[in-house]
Structures are given as C-alpha cells and as structure tokens.
C-alpha cells in the first residue's frame, strides 16, 4: 500500500484541500450574495407577479439564460481579463472566485425563482391583504416560505461549484482540481489521482448530507 502512494506528497495535498475549500466558500458566499436577489428579481418581474415587467424580466432571462449555456472552462478563459481588473490576478484562489460567481449566480437565481414559484399563493394574499409592501412580502413570507427550497438550491449549487473549482485548475487556480491535472493526468502519478478524486467525493457526500439537514430542519412539512 505504501508503494501506491509513493508519489503522494501529503503537506501539498492539504495545501490544494485548503485552496478548494477556500475557492468554494469564498465563491458560494458571494454566489447566494448575488443570486438571491437575482432570483427574486426574475420572479417579482414575471408575468401576473407582484412587479411584473416584461421588459425587465426578458432582460434579466436573457443575461441568465447566456450566462448559464456557457461552459465553464470557456468562461474561465473568456473572464482572465476581467478578473485581473477585479482582484489584480488572475492565478490562485483570488483569480478563480470571479468566474466562480459569474458561473454559478445565474443557474443558482434560477433556482431561487424555482422556489418562489412553489410557495403557495395564499400566503401571498394574506399578507398583502394585512397591508404588507413588497418588500415586506418578500421578506416575511415568500423567502421565509421558499427557505426549503432555497436552501436545496444552494446544496446543489454548492455540489456544481466543487466541479467548477477543479476545472478551474486549468488555469492556475490551485486547489485539488490543478493537482489531479498537474500530476495525476499530466506526469501518469495514478496515486495523486486517486487520492484527489476520493477528496473531492467526500467533499460533495459531506455538502449533500448538510444540505439535507438544513433542508430538513427549515422544512414545514
């Protein structure tokens, strides 16, 4: 068994764990941050909703829908430019969180207008009929109502970004992804390869286990 591993540098291993966890919470702070709001907007500005806008939620669709079909590795490639202007880099954990965002925001509001959308018309009514604005309304009976379903949303996202994280090792990002490319696939080490896969698996059993219990502990049902 230890012959197996004898490429196996475990320091550089804790290291590239560090970077993804630090790549995927940095990005999905920011990724509910934006997509949130996001994903109220797109519901909010829908056809027979409480702010309907045709032109706003074509809008806000379009943006979405574009930057949803673009595959991640080209949006990686696409954003080096933009990214340096934004964090001064465009390597490390620093350089991979913008296309991070970018890529992860809009198919996360989707899911967020997906949930609001689930959330019974009735409670709506009510508050409104109690006098509740918009923004009370929002706030005090759709995303307490959605949470189930936001939060399900995040875990899901949460599991796409840890995917994102090792594809963005292509372009010097680091973490687990950049040492499964540098040294399980480029230089044949099969060791590094499995170990890094392992990680990453562990880390979306533990995502999708905590999502599941924080689904679980908001749901009404």
């Not at 994280?165 to 540098?182: E, H, K, Q, S, W």
């Not at 390869?193 to 990453?200: N, R």
């Not at 562990?202 to 999502?211: H, M």
Request: proline share 5%; net charge neutral; aromatic share 6%.
């Amino acid at each position: 068994m230890e012959a197996f591993f004898v490429n196996i540098d475990w320091p550089e291993i804790a290291r590239a764990s560090r970077d993804t966890l630090l790549m995927l919470g940095g990005s999905m702070a920011l990724t509910v941050l934006f997509g949130i709001p996001l994903g109220v907007l797109l519901y909010l500005s829908g056809k027979g909703r409480l702010a309907a806008n045709p032109v706003v939620n074509a809008l806000l669709s379009l943006v979405v829908n574009i930057l949803r079909s673009v595959p991640f590795i080209i949006l990686l490639i696409v954003m080096l430019p933009v990214t340096v202007v934004l964090v001064g880099t465009s390597l490390g954990v620093a350089g991979a969180i913008p296309p991070l965002v970018v890529g992860a925001a809009p198919f996360y509001a989707r899911l967020v207008e997906t949930a609001l959308r689930e959330v019974d018309k009735g409670v709506v009514e009510a508050t409104q009929a109690m006098g509740g604005s918009t923004f009370q309304i929002v706030t005090r009976a759709l995303l307490p109502e959605a949470m189930p379903g936001i939060l399900a949303g995040a875990t899901v996202t949460a599991i796409a970004l840890v995917s994102y994280t090792a594809m963005a090792g292509v372009v010097g990002a680091g973490g687990l992804g950049d040492l499964a490319i540098r040294f399980g696939y480029q230089r044949f080490q099969t060791d590094v390869m499995v170990v890094t896969v392992v990680l990453l698996l562990l880390l979306v059993q533990g995502l999708q286990v905590l999502g599941d219990r924080l689904v679980a502990a908001v749901s009404h049902r």
